[in-house]
């Protein structure tokens, strides 16, 4: 069985040309060549912005690039029919396709309404500051250049539980309507995280569920995607998600890979959530990201021995996700974290090349962000791909056993010729680790596949090494008969 791995199929600053979705269809057996078992796919729906907007602005789920809307037909990444071309292209390569759901807001409402509504504090949303008033908000959404076509339902306040702005006062603040109240299950940041931004969805509200279900149905039926990767969980009731997935489960007629983004680097918080909503999903590893930001940035003071305490990957491996950077971490964007180039190899070496949790590669890690200059990781990330296609088989053994050199092993097995490694990174000077792989390897010479190292390390008969690895760097130890196979 393969090791399965994800592309995120995009990031934040892709061209605005509405080609994206012709270029993944031609790039679909590239994808499928590097190793990828999934692509995680941005939103497709019409955002506020048009074929600006990069899909988190959703004004109309049942637009995908279909209507002339928010100034534009096509989104930012091409037309509805291109975007089914696509699904189709990269399946037929065998790579599953995962869509990406935004069901915590709407933006750029048609129509203003009168609204009942409370202010409140922005920074402590159970605070509120205000009486109950008359605010002019806009939350009506007739979808006009729709003009109806798969779904007539008119949208209002009523599906709403806030806004982020009063219209009549020109008033930028956060205001609950009527007496709604926020929904309790939700994340406690800001007091109570349920409003993020535009208009709110409202989970208690019969309705809004009955509609963004129907919509699942639709949308599924029409793409037929593989999974989902949620928008913003942590705004969201918890248990909201269970009967949206075992719907669209049910309708798949087989398990749906789901994977949710809760923001927040408190693992007991990520335990929570994966509890309250019934183990059914997935969450991403966001401690491990900030573990891995830190390191990168501590000039090699960070305990490396210590890069998977406190993540969902060392607390439940079976539901974790995990990732180095992504389109909100990169320069510039609302979570930027960004990992320095140098971590870049350390980092994605301690993803792929181990056992626990599902990696997803960063489009921008993979191809480059060329609007920040920003160059590709390059060889060594392609290579790791092939390394965890290939060979990253067998019981894994860690040798986490000092603050600045880390190892571990895949101690390969008899399925896949020549399978089996051994990692040693260092954050700090160079040094060797004496490691062993297994004896079924006895006898055999390793060889650095980065061309960090210039050694060829022959195993004894139990397979031991001594493995070195210089100043600040990343070596990957495999049989010097795959170079040739796999790396020539």
Known sequence: MNNKVILQGFEWDLPADSQHWNKLKEMSKEIKEYGFTAI?????????????????????????????????VPTKYGTKDE??????????????????????????????????????????????????????????????????????????????????????????????????????????EMGNYDYLMGCDLDMENPETVEQLNKWGQWYQELTGVDGYRLDAVKHIEFNYYADWILNRREEKGKPLFVVGEYWSGDLPKLEEYLDSSGNLIYLF????????????????????SQIFAGTLTAAREDYAVTFVD????????????????????????????????????FWGDLFGIPAQEIAPVGDA?????????????????????????IGWVLTGDYEHELSG????????????????????????????????????????????????????????????????????
Not at 59 to 65: H, I, K, N, T
Not at 394 to 401: A, L
């Open 83 to 188: 975007y089914l071309e696509a699904i189709k292209a990269l399946q037929e390569q065998g790579v599953e396709v995962y869509a990406d759901i935004v069901f915590n807001h709407l933006i750029g409402a048609d129509e203003k309404e009168v609204v009942p509504a409370v202010k409140y504090n922005t920074e402590n949303r159970n605070e509120p500051i205000s009486d109950e008033e008359e605010i002019e908000a806009w939350t009506k959404f007739t979808f006009p250049g729709r003009k109806g076509t798969y779904n007539d339902y008119v949208w209002t306040w009523h599906n709403f539980s806030g806004v982020d702005y009063d219209d009549r006062n020109k008033d930028h603040g956060i205001f609950n309507f009527a007496d709604k109240g926020w929904e309790n299950q939700v994340d406690d």
């Open 326 to 361: 992504n389109h909100d971490t990169q320069v510039g964007q609302s979570l930027q974290s960004w990992i320095d180039g140098w971590f870049k190899v350390h980092a994605y070496s301690l993803i792929l090349l181990r056992k626990a949790g599902v990696p997803v590669v």
């Open 421 to 488: 490694l051994a990692v040693v990174m260092t954050n700090a000077q160079g040094a060797e680790k004496e490691m062993t792989i297994s004896a079924i390897h006895g006898g055999e010479t390793f060889v650095d596949i980065l061309r960090n190292n210039e050694a060829k390390v022959v195993l004894d008969d139990t397979g031991k090494g001594l493995f070195p690895v210089n100043d600040g760097q990343v070596s990957i130890y495999v049989n010097e008969k795959l170079v040739e196979k796999y790396f020539s």
């Open 381 to 405: 990330l392609i290579h790791m791909l092939k390394l965890r296609e290939k060979l990253a088989f067998g019981n894994q053994v860690d040798y986490f056993d000092d603050s600045n050199c």
């Open 285 to 304: 590893d966001v401690p491990l990201h900030y573990n891995l930001y830190e390191a990168s940035h501590s000039n090699g003071e960070y305990d490396m």
């Open 40 to 72: 995680w796919l941005p939103p497709a729906y019409k955002g506020t912005d048009g074929s600006e907007d990069v899909g988190y602005g959703v004004y109309d789920y049942y637009d995908l690039g279909e209507f002339d809307q928010k100034g534009s």
